[in-house]
């Protein structure tokens, strides 16, 4: 006996050492999980801060995008544009015109949070106006709105120099209305250039910060809002130096700034470029990660004395069995002279190895005898011999044969090729490819297809699993057979055909599936096109194609169109539906053929040219149906006389069109100096709808017609005003203008200066 104290102590210790490895391993995974979990926390934080960030960009833009259409809106009225020519405001008759021009404007303030209060300021009148006041320039300074340390002269002068832009001022302290209060004020220039106004928009600078908090710039962090110069226009945290920001990319970036480590979150405003910037500490950030570390290295360490301590104990349980059994086992073999053991596993496994060896022969002897019984069992069960399932499970288990599914059925595969008389090499042959036909099936298909030999040209399935219902479970029989049929056909090129009767709960019930398709087998008509038969599609009514009116009406009006694509794409969808994805007797296919004819023949009659009708093509596809051709055949042939027709058709309209834009230019080269001439005048003259004429004209030329037009005025204006002396209200005549200012206007637009001092150019 194997007793040696050594021996179970390297037991033991091979026991232990898988145990520490495994330790080692989880040691290692948590360590692993701890750096996952510090770049995932880390990169959510990045994406939490770029997400508010771009919150806040798009709210910002949309405040100041109303902010600059209401500054519009004010700018562009009659009364506020007209006021600007006022010189003396406060003389005569004009103050009745400020108390219009105070009721014409609308107090946005009222329902906008965002604005404390517009005014239209006018430097050369000296007054400004409100919905709810009007000053002068001094009053308003002192009054209404100045900024804190900024004197009156510099604010005049700061108004002044701004009157053709539109300018932000950053957010500072300011007076309004005598309380201390932080404004961003936005100035938008409007009229003339010595006369002009200036809509002033006073903005809270405390709703702009109410957003920015909302980027969490605690804790020593920061977050503000930078123009396109690199200024300030609002901030909330820590002030620092931007000069970064402009060098800066929109994103997430750790950056050393006044000497801390800050993570930076940057997005650029599309609509006026300005800059969103958010910073908070890196400690900040990632304390959220501290604490996992902490956590972690914690559950690391006890769980290391706790592993080591149970793997002390495992490896003595484990091994414990061990040291019992090399007490029992002999140091020699059953049949054999003793042999040494180097240790206890080579005294273990010398001792079982006659143990083996006998399981080894009996087994083989019995494999050698499971096909028998299992084609018995299966004779008795497609023949109905078990009388309960208590009886099949029996034999069931004397076969090794197992079914763990709910529904049953039988399939028959019949070879083809073998329906005649059999002889000695005939069956051989067959032999072989049921073989190879039932090693495909085991191989692909486990416990779900069981196959048995019927004999002759013949293969048994038996078809068992589990589905939702029984007609789930007959539809995966239906893919799973026809992937078998092309499984067999590529792999030993070799046609088979396949019938399957009924789907059942019971397994006395087998026996009644295969006699349907057995039956089934007997009485079906086989072809390519349908080499599977189920029991229940056996008494199905004859196909029927597909062919509405609706898409017969299409098809006529693409090939009248012209439209090659789509035709071909119809064609082929019909193609698809009928000849490819359905099994049509030849009967049905001929019907299909003679109305696609019929179709043919409305396409030809709508026709208008004769020789299109008379083709080659469109003859020999009109004798389609009278031919016998086979129906794809004769489809192909419908098809391409459909297709000859709607690409005739195509370049007829072509053709029109080329002719249609020749002739519209030569019109207007001819008739420019009619003042009257418009879209009405070409629609009238070429029997057609404005809409067509502008929808036609651009997409022929590229340009619009009234920039056509203008454009041949132009140019025989300049010829004019080069060549002749004429006036130029003359000439603005008859180039088809009905007022010099109408021609001045569009010729200045045109050529960037006056008519005058074209021709004062022109001529120098």
């Known amino acids: 006996m194997f007793r040696s104290n050594k021996g179970n102590l390297k037991v033991w210790i091979h026991f232990f050492v898988p145990y520490a490895l495994l330790l080692v391993g989880f040691m290692a995974v948590g360590l692993y999980a701890y750096n996952r979990t510090s770049s995932l926390v880390e990169n959510h934080s990045k994406e939490t801060a770029l997400a508010v960030l771009n919150q806040t960009k798009e709210i910002m833009d949309r405040r100041f995008e109303e902010l600059e259409t209401m500054a519009e809106q004010v700018a562009s009225g009659t009364k506020a544009l007209s006021f600007q020519y006022v010189d003396k405001p406060f003389a005569g008759t004009n103050p009745v015109r400020i108390l219009e021009l105070q009721k014409d404007l609308f107090n946005y303030s009222l329902f906008n949070h965002f604005i404390l209060d517009y005014y239209i300021v006018y430097p050369r009148g000296g007054i400004v106006v409100s919905p709810r006041v009007s000053y002068s320039l001094r009053q308003f300074y002192e009054l209404e709105f100045r900024y804190n340390g900024q004197s009156f002269d510099d604010w005049l002068s700061t108004v002044t120099s701004r009157q053709k832009i539109r300018a932000f001022t950053p957010g500072q302290a300011a007076t309004y209305r005598g309380k201390t209060t932080a404004v961003v004020s936005y100035m938008q220039a409007f009229g003339s250039q010595d006369r ?12 702009i910060q109410s957003h920015l908090h909302k980027l969490d710039s605690r804790n020593g962090g920061f977050a503000f809002i930078s123009d396109g110069n690199n200024e300030i226009i609002s901030h909330t945290g820590t002030r620092t130096d931007i000069e970064w920001v402009s060098s800066l990319k929109d994103g997430f970036t750790p950056l050393d700034i006044d000497g801390r480590r800050m993570l930076v979150t940057k ?18 950030v990632l304390e ?13 360490g006890i769980g290391l004395f706790a592993g080591l301590a149970a793997a002390l104990l495992f490896s003595y349980r484990n091994s414990r069995p061990l040291w019992m059994l090399l007490r029992v086992l002999p140091t020699y073999r059953t049949g054999g002279e003793a042999s040494p053991a180097r240790n206890a596993w080579d005294f273990v496994r010398s001792s079982v190895t006659n143990l083996v060896h006998s399981n080894d022969f009996l087994s083989e002897k019995m494999e050698q005898q499971v096909p028998l019984i299992r084609s018995g069992f299966y004779d008795r069960l497609l023949r109905g011999h078990y009388t309960s399932n208590k009886d099949i499970a029996v034999a069931m288990e004397h076969s090794r044969q197992t079914w763990e599914g709910e529904y049953f059925a039988v399939g028959i595969i019949a070879i083809a090729g ?45 078809l068992n699993g589990d589905a939702s219902d029984a007609p789930s479970f007959m539809e995966d029989i239906r893919r799973m057979l026809k992937e078998l049929h092309d499984r067999v056909d590529s792999a030993l090129n070799v046609q088979i055909h396949l019938t399957v009767g009924g789907c059942y709960s019971q397994m006395t019930e087998i026996s009644r599936s295969y006699e349907e398709a057995r039956l089934l087998l007997l009485r079906e008509s086989w072809s390519e096109d349908r080499p599977v038969v189920f029991h229940d599609d056996d008494s199905q009514t004859l196909p029927s194609y597909y062919y509405p009116p609706d898409v017969e009406l299409r098809l006529i009006n693409l090939v009248k169109s012209g439209n090659v694509p789509d035709t071909e794409a119809l064609l082929g969808q019909i193609r698809a539906s009928n000849l490819e994805q359905r099994n049509l007797p030849a009967a ?12 043919l023949l409305k396409c030809c009659e709508q026709a208008s040219v004769e020789a299109d009708r008379q083709h080659e093509t469109v003859e020999t596809a009109l004798l389609a149906s009278e031919s016998g051709r086979a129906p794809k055949v004769a489809f192909d042939q419908l098809a391409a006389a459909f297709l000859h027709l709607c690409r005739k058709q195509n370049e007829r309209k072509k053709s029109h069109n080329q002719q249609l834009k020749d002739d519209l230019i030569r019109y207007l080269d001819e008739h420019y100096m009619q003042t009257d001439l418009s879209l009405t005048t070409l629609a009238d003259r070429f029997n057609t709808s404005e809409a067509y004429v502008s929808y036609f004209f651009k997409e022929q030329t590229g340009v619009n017609f009234s920039d056509y037009l203008e454009n041949v005025r132009m140019t025989h204006a300049k010829r004019m005003l080069t060549e002749s002396d004429m006036p130029v209200s003359e000439i603005s005549a008859w180039v088809g203008y009905y007022s010099l200012n109408s021609f ?19 001529r120098s």
């Open 196 to 207: 002009g106004g200036i809509v002033l928009m006073l903005i809270d600078n405390a709703q």
């Open 267 to 284: 997005t650029t405003s599309r609509y006026n470029g300005w800059s969103y910037v958010s910073a908070q500490p890196e400690s900040y």
């Open 288 to 300: 959220k990660v501290i604490d996992i570390k902490q956590l972690i290295l914690t559950i690391l």
């Open 418 to 462: 073998y329906d005649g008389t059999y002889n000695e090499a005939m069956l051989t042959e067959l032999d072989f490819r049921k073989i190879a036909i039932r090693d495909i099936i085991a191989k692909a298909y486990g416990k779900t297809m069981s196959s048995h030999d019927l004999g002759e040209n013949r293969i048994g399935l038996l």
């Open 588 to 599: 049905v296919g001929r019907i299909l053929v003679n109305e696609l004819t019929g179709t």
């Open 744 to 762: 001045s206007r569009a010729f200045k637009r045109a050529n960037g200066l006056s008519a005058t001092e074209f021709r004062r150019t022109a």
